[in-house]
């Protein structure tokens, strides 16, 4: 029996919900165990760095790395994977544009501590204690005296591409079971595109299966931008006529339009198509093109746009890092790096 | 393709470009560019000889794409694309680095000019890189014209079109044709506008060729150029060819409003004949005051009156369409110099109407009941930023109808005392001597600047009270009448047309021509002409002159019987498209659709119809419409350049 191919799949800046689409694939996993070596994967099982690094260079056949680059750990182990790895994937929308953390990137580290330690409502910490470098560990007890040192973050979040470089992505927040299940036929049967490509899901955006775009009207226009926070969209009716934000247009197909289905507009996870340059921008431009201003005031225009609070967390939900202009500018200067990391 | 070889032509324009930008450096900084193969200056490129040194550096140096930076596209994009397809290259690899009018003529600073014509020069040859070949494309076409409006510059423009064989529509809203040049106006002291028009009547009469559609509206115009699908709306006249102009009917008729073509100083019939020399020469029943009575039916001899008659649709296919639906006067409101306040004080029109021999006066100055001894004329009434609501612009024609006016006055009655009360007289061209004779004739000339004239409304009659600028008094006049010389607004329904037709927009709300210099009479839509007050405001003769430019142009297209294509349009990935109809919303031309290809929704492009405005594209959230000659991949690698990036992909 010839060895089996040997995977790796490796966690940077990640919520859990791309490894929780490893679990959805279900009985197929049983497949994957089958034909697959699983040689690390600290979600759920014991390998050590010291694991990989003893592995001769490219003797993993496919490194799958989800969530973004946010800390030099981050970092030194995705370019130990892109060194023992034959194909590195970005899986999911984190590791390939940013994903939600990636918003983070129009905030420095001071404002997001304080954020995180000091004053979201569901936090209890009265002795207002922050990260620090070094921690002492000492459990007498258990006879545990350590030293902890949290590893170094960075001023922004990267998407692993500015990093390594990147064979393939695997799009999703998180991949559907079918996209990364038929990613991974991709793989095994090597019927695989050109380098950097997008495997598994549609070249086309979403409205091509999109089973509402038959409802739209000749003319796309609409009189105001509405939110599901504060109307609730008819049903078979195309999301976007009625005024929704409904990304699918400039979001890359695959995920058989799962939210519209739920009545939900898209919110972009699937990402960018081939040949687009800026998410974001081109989302921008079809919502100004959409909007019927002919018959409106200067003042209605401005109103319409005010109507969504937060632009930004709508049109790059999931890339501002791989933006043309990806963070806010001047985050290199903050007092955590000093003082805290002496950066 | 093969890899670009590119060769880069730097033009001195005379002193244009050279006195400016040190042309030699900018030659050898393009040297030094990627894929620049030669690098070359003259100093006229587009000359002959400049020509040549491209075509022979294309043979000689086997050049795949050329970049001259000179002028302005616009000037000479043309030319350099004959040469070098004459050199047998395709002729869409050719870039323009405009050097000129964004470079030498707007700096003054040699060094500096030198550096940004550097830059424009790179940019342009980092599109060149990404040229593609373009071919042009041909669709036959209509050689029938549809000429929307009958007034005076419609007509021109139908005669003109039948005169060398095309047939023509001429479709008049009104129940007939004639417009307000039949009205009101001399073209010359000698000659009266009605006369011009009704000689031109004449001539409609005679022609076969010409279809006149009276009472009629363009509903609907599909299609696009050289094959426009228009749809008419033919209102019922109630009234048809065997009318012998009896008046019986007229007489029967119960219903009486104002006559609009009197500008309402008398009343007419729901039945009535427009004015002597209407055409076509019958009654009509104005179908929207109309009581539907029965009288004139009963009445009428001919049987020439049918009250079942309805609206008619007509759907015709021509190859172009001419607008010329002219102007509204300009409404003072109630109280703008005392207008509607006293039925002494009337417009610039209704004199006109006053002193025709068709006239309820049969043609004598009597207001009010009498003669007036003084009557005075306020002009750049609603123009020229007078009143709150008046316009900004010069409405052209008032200034020469009133002293034109003021003449005939004087001869007829010289013991009147004419006055004119002036901001600037615009009396252009050969109308000045009209104002030197005006002056003979002893009209009295009054110049008003910022404080406008004040009418007053006594007891005791009517005062003007005005500042006279030249002699910086403030002095009274008493008039027996007053003549608001009012000026031209856009029609009433320009929002109709605009919608229906197309057309775009100007300034001052009336229809724009695509360039007042470079595309004269044109809409920005291909094959769709102007002419007339619809562009703005003119006098008759200027009208007439532009309706045979509009025929012009339009015949220039009709003869060909078919219709070259620009190639740089947009064009759909079907790959890539997911049908999602943003592009459709944004086309201001309707060139876009959604079409069912094998069972999935792609966006099509009519390619006859593209204007190649980009909308589409910038919209198109999937890069799956692209501009050709302006794609993504082009532009980026421009605005690469421009930033200082690598000129390379």
């Known amino acids: 029996m010839s060895e089996k191919p040997k995977v790796a799949w490796y966690w940077c800046a990640s919520c859990g919900g791309c490894e929780e689409s490893f679990v959805d694939l279900a009985e197929r996993l049983l497949k994957v165990f089958e034909t697959f070596d699983i040689v690390f994967c600290p979600v759920a099982m014991d390998f050590k760095r010291e694991d990989v690094e003893k592995l001769p260079d490219g003797s993993i056949a496919v490194s799958l790395i989800n969530g973004g680059i946010r800390m030099k750990e981050h970092e030194e182990m995705v370019k130990l994977l892109r060194k023992k790895s034959n194909i590195v994937i970005a899986y999911g929308a984190c590791s390939a544009w940013g994903g939600v953390p990636g918003l983070a990137n129009l905030y420095n580290l001071d404002e997001i501590v304080e954020r995180k330690y000091l004053e979201i409502p569901t936090i209890e910490n009265p002795k207002e204690i922050l990260p620090t470098k070094k921690t002492i560990v000492n459990i007498p007890e258990a006879k545990i005296k350590a030293e902890l040192e949290l590893p170094e973050p960075l001023p922004t979040l990267l998407p692993i591409d500015k990093v390594i470089d990147v064979d393939y992505y695997i799009p999703g927040c998180p991949p559907t079971p079918d996209v990364f299940w038929n990613a991974l036929q991709a793989l095994l049967t090597g019927n695989l595109p050109p380098k950097g490509t997008v495997i598994g899901a549609l070249q086309r955006s979403l409205c091509d299966e999109c089973l509402l775009n038959e409802t739209k009207p000749e003319k796309l226009l609409v009189k105001e931008f509405k939110r599901v926070e504060k109307a609730i969209p008819e049903p078979n009716k195309c999301l976007l006529a009625q005024g929704f934000l409904c990304m699918g247009p400039v979001t890359r197909g695959g995920c058989t339009a799962l939210c519209i289905k739920a009545n939900m507009p898209c919110t972009g996870c699937f990402g960018i198509l081939d040949g687009v340059v800026d998410y974001g921008g081109k989302a921008i431009s079809y919502f100004g093109s959409i909007l019927d201003y002919s018959p409106m005031e200067e003042k209605e225009i401005k109103k319409a746009f005010e109507s969504i609070p937060d632009w930004i967390g709508t049109i790059y939900r999931y890339s501002l890092p791989s933006a043309k202009l990806s963070h806010r500018a001047g985050l290199k200067r903050s007092k955590l790096m000093k003082e805290v990391f002496e950066i | ?649």
Not at chain 2, 182 to 196: F, N, R, S
Not at chain 2, 416 to 425: C, F, G, H, S
Request: proline fraction near 5%; charged fraction near 25%; hydrophobic fraction near 40%.
């Open chain 2, 1 to 649: 393709m093969s890899e670009p070889r590119i060769g880069v032509y730097v033009c001195h324009c005379g002193f244009n470009i050279a006195g400016t930008v040190d042309v030699k450096k900018v030659v050898e900084f393009a040297k030094n560019l990627p894929n620049v193969v030669v690098a070359k200056e003259y100093v006229f490129m587009c000359s002959e000889p400049g020509q040549d040194l491209i075509k022979e550096d294309i043979k000689a140096n086997n050049l795949n794409r050329i970049v001259v930076a000179a002028c302005s596209p616009s000037l000479h994009e043309v030319t350099f694309r004959t040469a070098i397809k004459e050199a047998g290259l395709n002729k869409y690899l050719l870039e323009m680095a405009n050097i000129r009018e964004h470079c030498s003529w707007v700096h003054h600073d040699k060094e500096k000019a030198t550096e940004k014509a550097k830059e424009i020069v790179r940019m342009a040859v980092a599109k060149a890189r990404y040229l593609e070949p373009l071919e042009e494309l041909e669709v036959g076409a209509e050689t029938s014209a549809l000429v929307l409006g009958g007034g005076i510059a419609g007509i021109r423009a139908a005669l003109e079109l039948a005169n060398y064989g095309f047939h023509v529509y001429l479709v008049e809203k009104s129940p007939t044709i004639g417009g307000k040049a039949a009205l009101i106006g001399y073209i010359d002291p000698q000659t009266k506008g009605a006369e011009v028009v009704s000689k031109m009547i004449d001539k409609i009469k005679e022609c076969p060729r010409i279809q006149v559609l009276t009472n009629a509206e363009l509903i609907q115009l599909g299609g696009f150029v050289g094959n426009y699908n228009a749809k008419i709306r033919i209102n019922p006249r109630f009234v048809n060819e065997r009318c012998t102009l009896c008046g019986e009917c007229e007489e029967v008729c119960p219903v009486e409003v104002a006559n609009e073509y009197n500008f309402g100083l008398s009343r007419r019939k729901a039945i009535f004949l427009p004015f002597a020399n209407a055409y076509p020469p019958y009654y009509a029943i104005d179908y929207r005051v109309c009581v539907k009575c029965g009288e004139c039916e009963k009445v009428c001899r001919f049987r020439a009156i049918n009250l079942k008659e309805e609206a008619k649709i007509l759907e015709l296919k021509v190859g172009t369409l001419i607008v010329a639906t002219g102007y509204d006067p300009y409404r003072p409101f109630k109280g703008e110099y005392g207008y509607g306040l006293h039925p002494n004080i009337l417009t610039l029109f209704q004199l006109e109407r006053l002193l025709d021999p068709d006239s309820p006066t049969k043609g004598e100055l009597i207001i009010g009941g009498k003669i007036p001894k003084n009557i005075a004329f306020i002009q750049c009434v609603g123009s020229r930023n007078t009143t709150p609501g008046a316009k900004e612009y010069c409405s052209r024609m008032c200034c020469t109808t009133a002293i034109n006016s003021a003449i005939k006055i004087k001869e007829r009655y010289p013991n009147t005392n004419v006055y004119i009360l002036y901001k600037d007289i615009m009396t252009y061209g050969s109308d000045e001597t009209l104002y030197e004779e005006a002056g003979k004739k002893l009209v009295n000339f009054i110049k008003f600047e910022e404080k406008i004239p004040k009418v007053l409304i006594t007891p005791e009659g009517l005062f003007i009270e005005v500042f006279e600028y030249t002699i910086q008094e403030n002095i009274r006049i008493p008039v027996d009448a007053i003549v608001l010389s009012i000026g031209m607004l856009p029609p009433r329904d320009i929002e109709e047309l605009i919608a229906v037709t197309r057309v775009s927009c100007g300034g001052e709300g009336f229809v724009r021509e695509a360039h007042l210099k470079l595309a004269p009479v044109e809409a920005p839509t291909k094959g769709i002409f102007l002419a007339g007050c619809i562009t703005g405001p003119k006098n008759i003769l200027e009208s007439i002159r532009m309706g045979s430019a509009a025929a012009a142009k339009a015949m220039a297209l009709l003869s060909k019987g078919k219709i070259t294509i620009e190639p740089m349009i947009a064009q759909v990935n079907e790959e890539k498209c997911s049908g999602c109809a943003i592009c459709v919303g944004v086309c201001p031309y309707s060139a876009i659709s959604i079409k069912t290809v094998n069972g999935d929704r792609i966006a099509h492009v009519e390619k006859a119809l593209c204007m190649g405005c980009g909308t589409c594209s910038a919209a198109c959230p999937s890069g799956a419409m692209q501009h050709l000659g302006f794609k993504d991949l082009q532009l980026l690698a421009q605005t690469r350049a421009v930033f200082g990036g690598e000129v390379h992909g």
